[in-house]
């Protein structure tokens, strides 16, 4: 499929500049130029292969807004790589909460991210850890660093230094914008023009560039600051690509002074001219040295000065020696920017064990699939097989092979190989016994694009063994099968009863099967994959399930996605109710300390994973308030209470050891596998929380509507899944606060035993 490289933004732009570079280099790629990304409509990339340039001046007209724009338009797309510009961090000021959660969602919602420098990767992982700490380690896996195109231009020779009556000039390139080191700059030159080494020596200041929009007061102010200390300083206004060369041949000394770097085009620019700048220590301009020897002079902050002395007096050493080797090049760059792009946009993953006859039947039927966008792959997952599979039946589909030593049923551990192994914006999960229609993996890949969906096909039932050993060893096998076996009663009804899982509510995680799966990257990365300690047959698809749906995931089921499981279900074998009572009373027994929704643990039974999570503040609390409060949440139903280990000891060893109080904070694990968090500032008893301890539906809108925005009584509730839903878009969850008359005031010297009478 050809590469469609989108570069939006204005010609002058750092970001277009690059990506301008970098395309013809693609391999032939397709070239959008909008203005900015939000000009485009929600089609444009559909079913594309996309490379997206981005900072978010470029996308939208904020940060905020660009988190939609970036939905919309990419979402749509087959498969998306990112190339970030601009990371976010510490200088950024009032925008930095707002950007750090944009580039979060940016790599989230990308299949592969390209930034110029590791230290670009650390910033990076510094906003993902901060908004999305349980996906970090995932994204972060699949970053690539492609640094910033230099080239050294044909006209960038070393200049004789002429000393003459003109001024000496201390030179930094592009815009004017605060926090780009110029105050630095003027202070050091000043101080430069005074030492008695430059006696004689006349030094202005000079900026090749313009005023950035929003900040055309700084030149003024910087004239200015630079009067006051003795020197001039000016600023040359746009310089055409045709002037630059000589405009930066002509500098005394090149100097570059950010502090706060994510990475500099205007450094690589003074490089390819030839010059090599003086630049202030950082991470950044570090790498850069390591890189390329030779290439720049660093310097700390306190030296600028003195560093600048040096350069006036000697201006030769800030010309390039042909010793320096700098590099990539635009077409290394662009090369190995393909390179990352140009993956499959389905993965399919395929949990194997001793199973070779029905694997070639499934890679057979996967290399027949029809109308899938972006390119196919298949990872197999061996989950301990005395031999390993044989995958050559799949054609022009390239497979792999993955494989984990044998330590029982561990399904869920080989799904979860096969996924970090895996590529695609999409991961369909197929089992070793279950066989696609043509057109199931488009139909799934339709589903899952834009990354919020858990979507299940229609798993129908065959004889496929049957179908095999009819057909011979080379005979062709008769496809779809044509005498189905039953399906099972209570997937169907199911599904009837929910519309296919439109209007699934938190008992639906029921009806998610992961022999026929798909789940878009960013939600298996929000969800972090199956439990890999749930070993043994069945249970750990609930599990995925009920996490993805309070990760904020819309189920689906796509009846026309099919797939032929071999043999009935279990249900419907010969004597299967006992059979079907061992397993599903295992599977229950595996489930109930981890989901805790009570079709599955029941009532009254007590787990360290409890369905609702309460964190007391207790500061300055009586005892007795203490006693009081914590018995009115108990009375809540499945609830779990946190406090500091303090208070936790006022209360006593025998109550501290129940297995429903604990010490601390809770777990993330905790917090993500539980319906809702509570959590409570002030001494008030709890009369009521905005949902039935059995079984109501927290995930309701309802609930969401019970509460308030003002925190007059001091209980703040989170829903999970609403809050969840929020952080996947990329959006911050909005508090909700229990009204007051929910709650009722505990007095300071309560005594518990007149609260409980009153309370019965």
Same mark, same amino acid.
């Given at each position: 499929?050809?590469?469609?490289?989108?570069?939006?933004?204005?010609?002058?732009?750092?970001?277009?500049?690059?990506?301008?570079?970098?395309?013809?280099?693609?391999?032939?790629?397709?070239?959008?130029?909008?203005?900015?990304?939000?000009?485009?409509?929600?089609?444009?990339?559909?079913?594309?292969?996309?490379?997206?340039? $981005?900072?978010?001046?470029?996308l939208a007209a904020d940060p905020v807004t660009a988190v939609e724009v970036w939905h919309r338009v990419t979402g749509p797309a087959a498969r998306v790589t990112v190339v970030l510009h601009d990371l976010p961090q510490a200088s950024d000021g009032r925008w930095r909460a707002a950007?750090?959660?944009?580039?979060?969602?940016?790599?989230?919602?990308?299949?592969?991210?390209?930034?110029?420098?590791?230290?670009?990767?650390?910033?990076?992982?510094?906003?993902? =850890?901060?908004?999305?700490?349980?996906?970090?380690?995932?994204?972060?896996?699949?970053?690539?660093?492609?640094?910033?195109?230099?080239?050294?231009?044909?006209?960038?020779?070393?200049?004789?230094?002429?000393?003459?009556?003109?001024?000496?000039?201390?030179?930094?390139?592009?815009?004017?914008?605060?926090?780009?080191?110029?105050?630095?700059?003027?202070?050091?030159?000043?101080?430069?023009?005074r030492d008695p080494r430059l006696e004689g020596r006349a030094v202005e200041v000079r900026n090749l560039g313009r005023a950035s929009d929003g900040h055309e007061d700084l030149p003024a102010r910087l004239a200015d600051r630079a009067r006051a200390a003795g020197v001039r300083w000016?600023?040359?206004?746009?310089?055409?690509?045709?002037?630059?060369?000589?405009?930066?041949?002509?500098?005394?000394?090149?100097?570059?002074?950010?502090?706060?770097?994510?990475?500099?085009?205007?450094?690589?620019?003074?490089?390819?001219?030839?010059?090599?700048?003086?630049?202030?220590?950082?991470?950044?301009?570090?790498?850069?040295?390591?890189?390329?020897?030779?290439?720049?002079?660093?310097?700390?902050?306190?030296?600028?000065?003195?560093?600048?002395?040096?350069?006036?007096?000697?201006?030769?050493?800030?010309?390039?020696?042909?010793?320096?080797?700098?590099?990539?090049? $635009?077409?290394?760059?662009?090369?190995?920017?393909?390179?990352?792009?140009?993956?499959?946009?389905?993965?399919? *993953?395929?949990?194997?064990?001793?199973?070779?006859?029905?694997?070639?039947?499934?890679?057979?039927?996967?290399?027949?699939?029809?109308?899938?966008?972006?390119?196919?792959?298949?990872?197999?997952?061996?989950?301990?097989?005395?031999?390993?599979?044989?995958?050559?039946?799949?054609?022009?589909?390239?497979?792999?092979?993955?494989?984990?030593?044998?330590?029982?049923?561990?399904?869920?551990?080989?799904?979860?190989?096969?996924?970090?192994?895996?590529?695609?914006?999409?991961?369909?999960?197929?089992?070793?016994?279950?066989?696609?229609?043509?057109?199931?993996?488009?139909?799934?890949?339709?589903?899952?694009?834009?990354?919020?969906?858990?979507?299940?096909?229609?798993?129908?039932?065959?004889?496929?063994?049957?179908?095999?050993?009819?057909?011979?060893?080379?005979?062709?096998?008769?496809?779809?099968?044509?005498?189905?076996?039953?399906?099972?009663?209570?997937?169907?009804?199911?599904?009837?009863?929910?519309?296919?899982?439109?209007?699934?509510?938190?008992?639906?995680?029921?009806?998610?099967?992961?022999?026929?799966?798909?789940?878009?990257?960013?939600?298996?990365?929000?969800?972090?994959?199956?439990?890999?300690?749930?070993?043994?047959?069945?249970?750990?698809?609930?599990?995925?399930?009920?996490?993805?749906?309070?990760?904020?995931?819309?189920?689906?089921?796509?009846?026309?996605?099919?797939?032929?499981?071999?043999?009935?279900?279990?249900?419907?074998?010969?004597?299967?109710?006992?059979?079907?009572?061992?397993?599903?009373?295992?599977?229950?027994?595996?489930?109930?300390?981890?989901?805790?929704?009570?079709? /599955?643990?029941?009532?009254?039974? *007590?787990?360290?994973?409890?369905?609702?999570?309460? /964190?007391?503040?207790?500061?300055?609390?009586?005892?007795?308030?203490?006693?009081?409060?914590?018995?009115?949440?108990? =009375?809540?139903?499945?609830?779990?209470?946190?406090?500091?280990?303090?208070?936790?000891?006022?209360?006593?060893?025998?109550?501290?050891?129940?297995?429903?109080?604990?010490?601390?904070?809770?777990?993330?694990?905790?917090?993500?596998?539980?319906? $809702?968090?509570?959590?409570?500032?002030?001494?008030? $008893?709890?009369?009521?929380?905005?949902?039935?301890?059995?079984?109501?539906?927290?995930?309701?809108?309802?609930?969401?509507?019970?509460?308030?925005?003002?925190?007059?009584?001091?209980?703040?509730?989170?829903?999970?899944?609403?809050?969840?839903?929020?952080?996947?878009?990329?959006?911050?969850?909005?508090?909700?606060?229990?009204?007051?008359?929910?709650?009722?005031?505990?007095?300071?010297?309560?005594?518990?035993?007149?609260?409980?009478?009153?309370?019965?």
């Amino acid at each position: 499929m050809t590469l469609l490289h989108v570069v939006p933004g204005p010609e002058a732009h750092g970001v277009v500049r690059h990506g301008l570079l970098v395309h013809p280099h693609l391999g032939g790629a397709d070239l959008l130029r909008p203005g900015r990304l939000d000009d485009l409509g929600g089609d444009a990339l559909a079913a594309r292969t996309v490379v997206v340039q $981005a900072t978010d001046r470029v996308l939208a007209a904020d940060p905020v807004t660009a988190v939609e724009v970036w939905h919309r338009v990419t979402g749509p797309a087959a498969r998306v790589t990112v190339v970030l510009h601009d990371l976010p961090q510490a200088s950024d000021g009032r925008w930095r909460a707002a950007r750090t959660r944009l580039y979060a969602t940016l790599a989230a919602h990308s299949d592969d991210v390209v930034v110029a420098s590791e230290h670009e990767r650390l910033l990076l992982a510094a906003a993902l =850890r901060h908004e999305r700490p349980e996906a970090a380690d995932a994204v972060l896996a699949r970053v690539h660093v492609i640094p910033l195109p230099v080239q050294r231009s044909a006209a960038a020779e070393p200049r004789p230094h002429v000393q003459d009556r003109a001024p000496a000039s201390v030179v930094t390139l592009g815009y004017v914008y605060p926090g780009k080191g110029l105050e630095e700059v003027v202070d050091a030159a000043a101080r430069a023009a005074r030492d008695p080494r430059l006696e004689g020596r006349a030094v202005e200041v000079r900026n090749l560039g313009r005023a950035s929009d929003g900040h055309e007061d700084l030149p003024a102010r910087l004239a200015d600051r630079a009067r006051a200390a003795g020197v001039r300083w000016s600023t040359s206004g746009w310089v055409d690509d045709d002037d630059l060369p000589a405009a930066l041949a002509a500098a005394t000394v090149p100097v570059a002074a950010h502090r706060h770097l994510s990475a500099s085009g205007s450094i690589s620019t003074w490089l390819a001219a030839g010059r090599r700048p003086v630049v202030l220590r950082s991470r950044y301009t570090e790498e850069l040295a390591a890189r390329m020897p030779d290439a720049v002079t660093l310097v700390l902050p306190d030296g600028l000065a003195e560093a600048l002395v040096s350069a006036l007096q000697d201006p030769s050493g800030t010309w390039l020696g042909p010793q320096v080797r700098l590099g990539p090049d $635009a077409a290394g760059a662009g090369a190995r920017l393909a390179e990352v792009a140009h993956g499959p946009a389905v993965s399919v *993953v395929v949990p194997y064990y001793r199973n070779q006859e029905l694997l070639d039947l499934l890679l057979r039927r996967v290399a027949a699939q029809a109308g899938v966008a972006g390119g196919l792959e298949v990872v197999v997952a061996d989950d301990g097989s005395p031999r390993p599979p044989e995958t050559g039946s799949a054609g022009q589909v390239p497979v792999r092979v993955v494989r984990q030593e044998d330590r029982g049923f561990r399904a869920g551990a080989a799904r979860n190989l096969g996924a970090r192994a895996a590529r695609g914006r999409v991961l369909a999960f197929l089992d070793g016994d279950t066989v696609p229609d043509d057109d199931y993996l488009a139909t799934l890949q339709q589903a899952c694009l834009g990354g919020t969906v858990l979507a299940v096909g229609r798993r129908r039932h065959a004889d496929l063994r049957g179908l095999l050993r009819g057909a011979g060893r080379e005979g062709a096998v008769p496809w779809p099968p044509a005498e189905p076996l039953p399906e099972p009663g209570w997937l169907t009804q199911g599904y009837a009863a929910t519309q296919d899982l439109e209007a699934a509510d938190d008992t639906s995680f029921r009806f998610v099967i992961s022999a026929v799966m798909g789940v878009g990257r960013p939600l298996w990365e929000a969800v972090g994959g199956f439990d890999e300690e749930l070993v043994g047959y069945g249970g750990e698809d609930w599990d995925l399930a009920w996490r993805a749906w309070l990760a904020g995931a819309r189920l689906r089921h796509l009846p026309a996605a099919v797939a032929w499981h071999d043999g009935a279900d279990l249900g419907g074998r010969q004597e299967a109710s006992a059979e079907l009572a061992r397993v599903k009373n295992a599977e229950t027994a595996r489930l109930a300390p981890r989901l805790p929704h009570p079709l /599955v643990r029941g009532r009254g039974w *007590v787990h360290d994973q409890p369905d609702v999570v309460v /964190v007391l503040h207790p500061d300055g609390w009586s005892a007795g308030q203490l006693v009081v409060v914590t018995e009115s949440l108990l =009375r809540q139903g499945d609830v779990g209470i946190w406090m500091p280990a303090a208070s936790l000891e006022e209360l006593g060893a025998e109550v501290a050891g129940s297995g429903r109080l604990h010490a601390g904070l809770p777990a993330a694990r905790v917090r993500r596998r539980a319906r $809702a968090l509570v959590e409570v500032d002030r001494p008030v $008893a709890v009369l009521r929380l905005p949902w039935q301890p059995w079984p109501s539906d927290l995930s309701d809108a309802d609930v969401t509507g019970d509460l308030v925005d003002e925190a007059g009584s001091g209980v703040r509730v989170t829903l999970t899944r609403t809050a969840a839903t929020a952080r996947l878009a990329g959006h911050l969850p909005v508090p909700g606060w229990l009204p007051q008359a929910c709650v009722e005031p505990v007095p300071v010297d309560v005594v518990v035993e007149r609260w409980r009478q009153g309370h019965p």
